[in-house]
């Protein structure tokens, strides 16, 4: 499997400098609240005091399908990743209107979508990095071999540095996969020692009965992968490619002292695989919103995550996290354009 560099610590000195100046500006302390706190973090991601406001926002959208969804735990069917691939390059979809707001690329990566792309003459860079069509289905198979595993991990870690070489200063996981929230339960329960019933939602919007179906599945595939301790194996085997390259991300993206925003419970997931892949990489990430999936609520527990947004949201895509960007540029902006209280004149506390 690959294996990642020593994870480097936010620069202390800069959060110092930013608590500092903080405590300066004309307000009660704490009265900007997590505002606050997002400032230290960007002050010591950025290394510098005060921070800049992200410049180069760019999303990554990992994309995959699964075989699990021929279980009937979706309300769609499998073909509308594909489709959903082309609306993305065209930029019809939601994380195109929401990255268009706040300035951010988006690029899609296609790691497993099970179906062609229609229509399209699709870029190179968008099937570069494809492992297989599909993934095994979770509750009686694998999802990928070994060496698949190790090229999805791979493929994501160099998609970071491909990433941050180009200049991004902050980088958003997106999804896009038909049933990708049951891997997305299975590997959570798993990492949090949670229970198939706990953590098992509704996904895309399934009824009661595919939900208790879906608890089934969600049990059998944690059963499987039940002695498995090491967790580039784990996302393997009741994973898939787009969570693997994800993971491989979001681990190379600290690796490289690049913040991330999260987004929903597949980003959730993945991140805590990537958590074991590079330890201390959860400092440099930030979780934009909790979705509705309980799952998502135990990752970001488990990864000492409190969510900026909670509007209920479920989309996926990167959508939560793209809605979220705005508080950074709060965050960067008060820190560094108000007034301390000697230059406005204005009295401190006694």
Not at 103 to 127: F, Q, Y
Not at 147 to 175: F, K, R, S, Y
Not at 246 to 251: K, T, Y
Request: glycine share 10%; aromatic share 4%; net charge negative.
């Amino acid at each position: 499997m690959p294996s990642f560099a020593p994870v480097p610590p936010l620069d202390e000195t800069a959060q110092a400098q930013a608590l500092a100046r903080q405590a300066t500006l004309t307000k009660p302390a704490g009265a900007l609240g997590r505002l606050e706190e997002l400032s230290v973090w960007l002050a010591g991601a950025q290394g510098r005091c005060p921070p800049r406001a992200p410049q180069h926002i760019r999303v990554v959208l990992f994309a995959g399908d699964h075989g699990i969804a021929a279980a009937g735990v979706s309300a769609y069917p499998s073909e509308v990743t594909a489709q959903m691939v082309a609306n993305f390059l065209a930029g019809g979809a939601g994380v195109n209107v929401l990255a268009q707001r706040v300035g951010a690329g988006v690029r899609v990566v296609d790691m497993a979508v099970a179906t062609d792309i229609a229509n399209r003459d699709l870029p190179a860079d968008v099937t570069r990095w494809k492992v297989r069509r599909g993934s095994g289905r979770i509750d009686v198979e694998d999802a990928l071999t070994p060496a698949e595993t190790a090229d999805a991990i791979a493929a994501g870690q160099q998609i970071a540095d491909d990433e941050v070489d180009a200049g991004a200063d902050l980088l958003i996981p997106g999804d896009m996969g038909i049933g990708n929230t049951t891997p997305a339960a299975v590997l959570i329960a798993l990492l949090t020692d949670s229970t198939a019933d706990a953590i098992t939602g509704r996904g895309t919007g399934i009824d009661d009965n595919m939900l208790e179906r879906k608890r089934v599945i969600v049990a059998a595939a944690m059963r499987r992968a039940s002695t498995m301790a090491d967790a580039a194996t784990m996302v393997g085997s009741v994973g898939g490619a787009d969570f693997a390259a994800m993971a491989g991300f979001l681990a190379q993206a600290a690796v490289r002292r690049t913040p991330v925003l999260l987004d929903g419970v597949v980003s959730g997931a993945a991140a805590l695989v990537a958590a074991k892949l590079a330890p201390g990489a959860a400092a440099w990430w930030r979780a934009g919103h909790r979705s509705t999936e309980p799952a998502h609520r135990a990752a970001l527990t488990a990864l000492g995550l409190e969510p900026l947004l909670d509007l209920g949201l479920r989309l996926g895509e990167g959508s939560g996290a793209l809605a979220a960007v705005p508080l950074l540029f709060a965050a960067t902006d008060t820190l560094a354009g108000m007034a301390t209280f000697g230059e406005a004149s204005v009295s401190d506390r006694g």
